[in-house]
């Protein structure tokens, strides 16, 4: 007894901690429990009746409005009839549940399994790349929440599910979810669907259609067939693979779908409008809140500026390329943007989604790095042939110029030089600047870097010109300018984003003088239109890519030409066809605007005697060939810039090196001691 009782002793301390782990585990366990039952509960008795929720609008309707107040686009949920589950196909219905809830007829309105593989899937990859709501969840968050990411917001939604299973059954569930759910395109339910993409009603639905109608809930507007017709066929046939899986379809019958020779129905004609529309619709649902009252969304586009900037596309893009376009104005506001050359054909937003190789237009950022870290514009350069660790890259033409100044350099687009002063200022620093100003794609920092190897968004490159234009501060281009009820109230008011002094004033004047010599003698003389002008010209390997990018009175465009096949085409380069078409919007868009002289006779640091230019040194902050993002330092102040009209000249020694032949200065102007005489170029 003894002995036993000295065992006991030596094991109670243990013992006693375990057991208190225990019992507090069983106790938080039981009191979660009550209190989400409690919760539950509550919910339950304020979820509307079977009926009620049958009655209530599938949605709200949408109404665009341009600046001027014009209605551009009228979004409306677009109801079918209201299908019982008896009435439901079942293919359909199997379509559904196999692909968003498999386990849909087990779990009591929320899948553990679902939620754990989730998380182990966002663990593994570093990213959500699975859902785990239940059809449950989503009715539930489609009825009664909204679609922003937030815990507090994914709990409600779990308390609803639960609650709804309580209250109604499966197939009461799954009737609201199939006529309730939005399929893209407007439709919410099948039945809208069903008219929607293959006109005719959802009773007779195929179990192509139906793969093809399940597959859009996941992402209507990138699985829509009126959006990407291919995207929607290869989703359909995940979902027959899937359906296949769950053992729903047969083997046999699955190698029967072929969602490919679905008749898809006309649609409605479209114009270049839509391609700024759909880029602003996706941001409403992190501006507001509200679901169901009918809204007023006034957007910042000028309609005349759209026309003109439709026209410029469709009159100098060549045959058989795409064109895209953006226009900035100073404060941000988008006022015009054409995705492509045709909406109806294609609604792919080449302006905002495509990425392309910007070309010499990246050497934008090249130049700052460059005037940032000492550099002049009338610092002299070498232009001649170069090698760099087995590149080299040569001028177009094939030409050498010899010695040159920066700003001749810049304005005829010298590759070598670029390369040069890439070796120079550190192919890290200048991915640092091209970040610094908006570039979110992927940037690598190979030598070849410098002529705009990495892949760029228009409406990027389109941001970093303007940040230029702004005399280094950032610009964040916005399209939505306020969000109204039909009565009235305002439910957004857009607000002037932060701002932050990207670089000096006087960098980013030094390099806007040098895009005024790009296009008053250099690459982008097609760009001329009567007024001040500073851009940049950009064409990539075989004509691939075409761009102009530059500002004026106020207003920043970006212009991109291409084959989205990647294909050469003849007459693309940036200096012809995109600068041609620049031009041809910007003559109307500023047309009533005043002409702006450019801050560009600007001060720059005292160079030390003895002290070399800040070749070589890298920015604060480094990047990896994919670039981190940096942010500006608002507390970087302009210094002092007097305006100017005229760019500054380009050295006569070159010149007559590129034509052949000798030069005779043009004579000064009466009364002038500096003539600005600007010399053809070759």
Known sequence: MASARKISKERSPMGTWFYRIVKAGVIATFLGIMVLGIFVVIARSEIDSFEDLKASPNGQMIRIRAADGTVIQSLGPSFGRWLTINQLPSEMKDAMVAVEDRRYYMHPGVDPIGITRSFYARAVQGRWTQGGSTITQQLARNIYLNSNKEFGRKIREIILALAMETKFSKDQILELYLNKVY??????????ASRKFFDHGAENISLAEAAIIAGLVKAPSRYAPTADAQAAVDRAEVVVAVMQDAGMITATEAAGVKP???KLAAESPQDSVRYFTDWILPQLDGLIDETEKPIDVWTTLDLKMQRAATAAIAANVPRGAQGALVSIDR??????????TDYITSNYNRAVTAVRQPGSAWKLFVYLTALEAGFRPEDMVEDKPVEIGGWQPKNSGGKYAGSISLRTAFAYSKNTVAAQIGQEVGTSSIANMARRFGITTPINTQPSMVLGTSEARVIDMTQAFAAVAAKGRSITPYGISKVTTIDGETLYAAKPSSSVQLVDGWVAGAITDLMQSAVATGTGRAANIGRPVAGKTGTTSSNKDGWFLGFSSGLTTGVWMGRDDARS??????????AQAWAAYMRIAVANRPVEKFAT????????EGEEPLLGEEALLQLDENGMPIEGDPMIEDPQL????????????????????????????????????LPRPF
Request: a negative charge; aromatic letters at 6%; glycine letters at 20%.
């Open 331 to 340: 404060d941000g506001a988008v006022k015009a943007m054409v995705g492509g």
């Open 260 to 262: 490919a020779d679905v």
């Open 183 to 192: 399929f893209g395109g407007g439709a919410y339910g099948i039945d809208a």
């Open 601 to 608: 006779e600007v001060t720059f640091p005292e160079r030390l």
């Open 642 to 677: 007097e305006p100017t009209n005229e760019p500054q000249p380009l050295d006569d020694a070159f010149i007559e090196r590129a034509i052949g032949g000798r030069r005779e200065p043009r004579p000064a102007p009466e009364g002038s001691e500096d003539p600005r005489g």
């Open 569 to 578: 085409i003849g007459g693309l380069e940036g200096g012809r066809a995109p």
